[in-house]
């Protein structure tokens, strides 16, 4: 506490500085308090990821949350850049296939899901047209997919346990490739297979290149694909911003669903193609936007017992997301 100052203007000129003090420090806190919630939105590429594009175009977390929020989208080339930015505190929001959304909130990078975001169609395609079933692929044809432990990694095990009898039979087949530089080994043979999502099942189709029918007992269509996760700390620390995303994510799902024209004039040119053959593409039964996840403990399952996890599976749907999720 100061000394009493006992000479009159002594005191008043220290009594002004204290006020002058005091109002600065309001000041401060009133500028603190106005700065504007940041939550930076990370995803990968494809029309899998459409709800975000919608919500960045639409300000859809701005417009569901009561309070002043800087929402920075911006996009990563795997589910592991996306994990290593949740673990350095960089993201708080993004998205991601089943099987790496279900590692990484089993393995402590501090996330869950928030929420189902859609499903797409995926198809095993080759240009051996004789080729009819996962027997026919011999020891020396190359399947390419996006990596061990992917997304379409898991569903070719899935299928390989289900008509071969073994997860991992085809694992020495596989050859790590991006979705369109796997469409561009395909189309010019250098390799057999490919095991792929839209907009490249769609594309490889009209080159006329054939579906083999592998997988949909395995993962039928509808189905969940991309998720969407959400930091530990923001679900704890801001309630409210973290349910303006749940709630974002619903309205660009149910805006995809029922707007589909609109939406495809809004995303045909990030696939570089017209807004009428986007429109077929977001037509396809396979293809859907949705909050509910189907499938994901399915899959949790089947990595347990297949070797797709260092760490003790999950028990339930609560391990993997937050309890506002609807679906399992």
């Given at each position: 506490?100061k ?8 005191a008043?000129?220290?009594l002004?500085?204290?006020?002058f ?10 500028a603190?308090?106005a ?22 175009e639409q300000n859809?977390?701005?417009k ?6 800087e929402?920075e989208?911006t996009?990563?080339n ?6 290593d ?5 960089d993201v708080?929001?993004g998205?991601m296939?089943?099987?790496p959304a ?8 501090g ?9 797409q ?5 080759t240009t051996?047209?004789?080729?009819a079933?996962?027997?026919?692929i011999?020891s020396?044809?190359?399947i390419?997919l996006?990596?061990l432990g ?7 095990a ?7 009898g ?7 087949n ?5 979705h369109?530089?796997?469409?561009t ?6 390799v ?7 907009p ?9 290149i054939?579906e083999?029918d ?19 700390k ?10 303006a ?5 619903a309205?660009?799902?149910d805006?995809?669903?029922?707007n589909k024209?609109?939406?495809a004039?809004?995303?045909c040119?990030?696939e ?10 977001l037509?396809?039964?396979a293809?859907s ?8 403990m399915d899959?949790?399952t089947?990595?347990d017992e297949?070797g ?7 028990e339930?749907?609560s391990?993997?997301a ?7």
């Amino acid at each position: 506490m100061k000394k009493r100052i006992l000479a009159g203007v002594t005191a008043l000129v220290t009594l002004a500085a204290m006020s002058f003090s005091l109002s600065g420090c309001g000041s401060d806190e009133s500028a603190d308090s106005a700065k504007a919630e940041k939550i930076t939105v990370v995803q990968q590429y494809g029309m899998a990821y459409a709800p975000f594009q919608i919500m960045e175009e639409q300000n859809l977390i701005e417009k569901n949350y009561d309070g002043d929020v800087e929402v920075e989208y911006t996009q990563l080339n795997s589910g592991s850049s996306i994990n290593d930015s949740f673990m350095s505190g960089d993201v708080q929001v993004g998205a991601m296939g089943v099987g790496p959304a279900i590692t990484g909130a089993l393995t402590g990078v501090g996330y869950k899901i928030c929420s189902n975001m859609s499903a797409q169609p995926h198809r095993l395609m080759t240009t051996d047209s004789s080729a009819a079933s996962l027997k026919d692929i011999g020891s020396n044809d190359q399947i390419a997919l996006v990596n061990l432990g992917s997304f379409q990694h898991i569903l070719l095990a899935m299928a390989c346990e289900e008509e071969l009898g073994d997860a991992h039979a085809l694992d020495n087949n596989i050859v790590a490739m991006a979705h369109p530089d796997g469409m561009t080994a395909l189309i010019n043979g250098t390799v057999k297979y490919q095991l792929t999502t839209s907009p490249y099942v769609f594309k490889e189709a009209d080159q006329g290149i054939s579906e083999m029918d592998v997988l949909s007992d395995v993962w039928p269509d509808g189905n969940s694909f991309i998720v969407a996760v959400a930091s530990q700390k923001l679900h704890d620390d801001n309630p409210e911003l973290y349910q303006a995303v749940v709630d974002a994510i619903a309205e660009a799902c149910d805006y995809l669903t029922e707007n589909k024209e609109e939406a495809a004039e809004l995303l045909c040119e990030n696939e570089d193609v017209d807004a009428e053959t986007m429109l077929s593409w977001l037509e396809d039964p396979a293809c859907s936007y949705s909050t509910e996840l189907r499938g994901v403990m399915d899959m949790a399952t089947f990595m347990d017992e297949n070797g797709f996890l260092e760490v003790d599976g999950a028990e339930s749907i609560s391990d993997l997301a937050f309890d506002n999720v609807k679906g399992n």
